[in-house]
């Protein structure tokens, strides 16, 4: 197994598995060390069964149910997610235009899954190239990059994230929004595992700072979300089929790229991994 960093601010390549076959204890301990370290690993050209990626997301924590993937499992595997554009009889097959805006995944609960994995099965293109690609910014690295100034300003600060402050995709039904009360986590959190610091704070879901006027924290709030995705901390995934990758909700944070349409099809198989403390 080797890991190939991508030479961007986050990412990296793992070759040398294959992921439908046994994973030794080593090759397990060496894949979450590559995923800690640098938020985003992905392994190219494999075929793997739903159930063997239930089974793979479950070595970095027990599955989480996202509140929107409850419409669009896979039959036979409940914990896996469809994300995609393509229709069957005038219906969707699963969920579309999903993460269109900067966001860590399901910030609006009160423990946010530790990572978030997706299996590229079909990938649009375009006179060869492919499209909807997937954007990370490195929240840690963006931190690391504050002045000293504004890290203490911003240390033990509390930020307000609300289910209902973000427009989305797909209606909330009133029982969705009465199962998410708005919830508080550090706008700074330290990585369950390595302990490193990163900025955790985005448009829309973060709705306000504790002990700060609201129009104080909303210019925060919008120059931080400014910041973290600034072009020197972001890796751009270009997905082929195939690819399975992870990413890590504590540092990083994403966005899909939508340039496609059908006819162009594009299908992913999403699993969430459990909780990660937001200390
Ligand atoms: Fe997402």
Redo the contacts with the bound molecule.
């Keep these: 197994m080797d890991v190939i960093p991508t030479g961007r601010a986050a990412g990296a390549e793992i070759t040398g598995v294959d992921l439908a076959g046994d994973l030794t204890p080593e090759t397990l301990a060496a894949i979450e060390a590559a995923f800690d370290a640098h938020g985003v690993v992905f392994f190219r050209g494999q075929t793997i069964t739903p159930i063997q990626q239930v089974a793979f997301t479950r070595h970095f924590g027990e599955i989480a149910f996202n509140v929107f993937g409850e419409r669009w499992s896979v039959p036979g595997a409940p914990e896996i997610v469809v994300v995609s554009n393509v229709q069957e009889n005038g219906e969707p097959v699963g969920l579309v235009r ?2 269109e805006r900067w ?3 399901m910030v609006y609960t009160a423990t946010p899954p530790r990572g ?1 994995m997706l299996h590229a099965i079909e990938v649009p293109e375009l006179d060869g190239l492919p499209l909807g690609d997937t954007m990370f910014a490195n929240a840690a690295a963006a931190w690391d990059a504050l002045p000293a100034a504004m890290q203490q300003r911003l240390e033990d600060k509390v930020g307000i994230f609300d289910f209902l402050g973000r427009k989305r995709s797909i209606p909330v039904t009133e029982d969705e929004a009465r199962r998410h009360p708005p919830v508080r986590h550090p706008i700074v959190r330290r990585h369950p595992r390595t302990g490193r610091r990163s900025l955790y704070i985005m448009r829309d879901d973060c709705t306000g700072i504790e002990g700060m006027e609201s129009d104080e924290a909303a210019m925060l709030i919008e120059a931080l979300a400014e910041h973290i995705t600034r072009p020197e901390f972001i890796y751009r995934h270009c997905w082929r089929p195939g690819d399975v990758l992870l990413w890590d909700n504590c540092t990083v944070q ?1 966005k ?1 790229v939508i340039d496609y349409d059908l006819p162009l099809r594009r299908l992913m198989h999403r699993t969430t991994m459990g909780a990660a403390p937001t200390m």
């Design positions: 999903a993460g966001h860590s995944d978030t994403h899909a």
